[in-house]
């Protein structure tokens, strides 16, 4: 082979090898392997270790992130401190679609995962367990609410509260949640779907809509195929703040007080459909 001949292709070797190494350098670009770690341009982020953490695990500042969790286990310092993923909007700036993917778990913190002022995005296929409270919903500095988010096929097991907050226009969808305070407590929500959740054996109830007198009323949220068993207080509990919500065959038995207990006298504007509970509040609950 000619000098010619052998440089031509050590040239077209070397432009493969660089197309080859291209997707990989772009990966590693895009790992997370640090506690601490502060994710600020969008695109898909992936974990690539576990993490055990004295302070924070990992601050999502860009929107448009998936962040997958890759099978691994962020470990925070106790239940008093720290929080396993932060999205949070700024002051005149909103995140949009930022989506944490698992298979992996996120354990220990004071707060698993917070959602603060966000639009679009969620937390799908993740254990959330053993944090204070487990995917916190929080408004921002401007009270803008989280809004269009989806949470769901999540384990949430041993918190105060395992999703909780304000939130709008979401969807929470096929998510397990025991040995928790509340499993889902929105309070300032409107025109969500709570749909197929199983949240059996918690300490004060499945699901709570509307239940902080004095906010903002819940309203327009649909409630259906919902499992609320065996917790210590109510399946569920439609609270002075709500109105005009929607409950659709929802199954709800062995809770300690009550299975379903509606607040507004006379059920006020909310409705019933194909629901089976053991022991309603008012006997306008159908």
């Known amino acids: 082979m000619t000098n010619a001949k052998i440089t031509i292709v050590r040239t077209r070797v070397i432009k493969v090898m660089f197309l080859i190494l291209i997707p990989t350098i772009l990966a590693a670009s895009n790992s997370v392997s640090s506690c601490g770690s502060a994710i600020t341009n969008s695109g898909t982020w992936t974990l690539t270790q576990n993490l055990t953490c004295t302070g924070n695990g990992i601050d999502v500042q860009a929107g448009n992130v998936i962040l997958k969790l890759n099978g ?52 799908v296929d993740l254990v959330i367990e053993n944090n204070l409270m487990g995917i916190l919903l929080l408004s921002d500095t401007a009270a803008v609410i989280p809004s269009s988010l989806l949470i769901s096929q999540n384990q949430l097991q041993s918190s105060a509260e395992s999703i909780s907050g304000p939130l709008a226009a979401s969807t929470i969808v096929g998510n397990s949640c025991s040995d928790s305070e509340d499993c889902i407590n929105l309070v300032d929500a409107s025109g969500n779907k709570i ?14 809509v509307g239940a902080n007198a004095g906010g903002s009323v819940s309203t327009g949220n649909t409630v259906e195929g919902n499992q609320t068993s065996n917790n210590r207080f109510y399946g569920i509990f439609l609270g002075p703040d709500s109105s005009g919500n929607h409950l659709i065959g929802n199954v709800a038995f062995q809770n300690r007080f009550l299975d379903i207990n509606e607040f507004n006298p006379h059920c006020g504007s909310d409705s019933f459909l194909s629901d089976v509970f053991g022991r309603a509040s008012q006997s306008c609950v159908k």
């Open 72 to 123: 691994f286990t962020i470990t925070g310092p106790g239940t008093n401190a720290g929080t396993g993923v932060l999205v949070a909007s700024s002051e005149g700036t909103r995140l949009n679609k930022v989506t944490l993917v698992g298979p992996g778990t996120i354990t220990n913190f004071q707060n698993g995962i917070v959602f603060q002022g966000t639009n679009g995005g969620g937390a």
């Open 195 to 208: 749909l197929g959740n199983l949240c059996n054996g918690n300490r004060h109830a499945g699901i709570e």
